[in-house]
């Protein structure tokens, strides 16, 4: 079975940075596509950004976008969350996800990551 495995959480200030990484353990599923959730206490889990494994299309939801960007590593099976300028309300259990179409929906998530904190203090 497919294992995507996060890890870079942590707790930063507000206006650093953080990275975060999301290993899949397989290529071999036919998911088109990797993305970030994030879930804050007390709320519904929301989409942040995804992106293909091949080409460049990606998607950003707006709070996020001009800080936060998606990269990866087609061969290590790795994609990454690059988080700048970090303010206290994206502090949030961050999850990687596989997903069979380049969506904000998590009816798109074929696998889901463990999750990793991210603690921003003001």
């Known amino acids: 079975q497919v294992q995507l495995v996060e890890s870079g959480g942590g707790v930063v200030q507000a206006g650093g940075s953080l990275r975060l990484s999301c290993a899949a353990s397989a290529r071999t599923f036919r998911s088109c596509c990797m993305g970030w959730f994030r879930q804050a206490p007390g709320k519904d889990r929301e989409f942040v950004l995804a992106?293909?494994?091949?080409?460049?299309?990606?998607d950003y939801a707006d709070s996020v976008k001009g800080r936060f960007t998606i990269s990866r590593d087609n061969a290590k099976n790795t994609v990454y969350l690059q988080m700048n300028n970090l303010k206290p309300e994206d502090t949030a259990v961050y999850y990687c996800a596989a997903l069979s179409r380049l969506s904000r929906s998590s009816g798109a998530v074929e696998v889901w990551g463990q999750g990793t904190l991210v603690t921003v203090s003001s």
């Open positions: 992106t293909r494994w091949r080409g460049a299309a990606t």
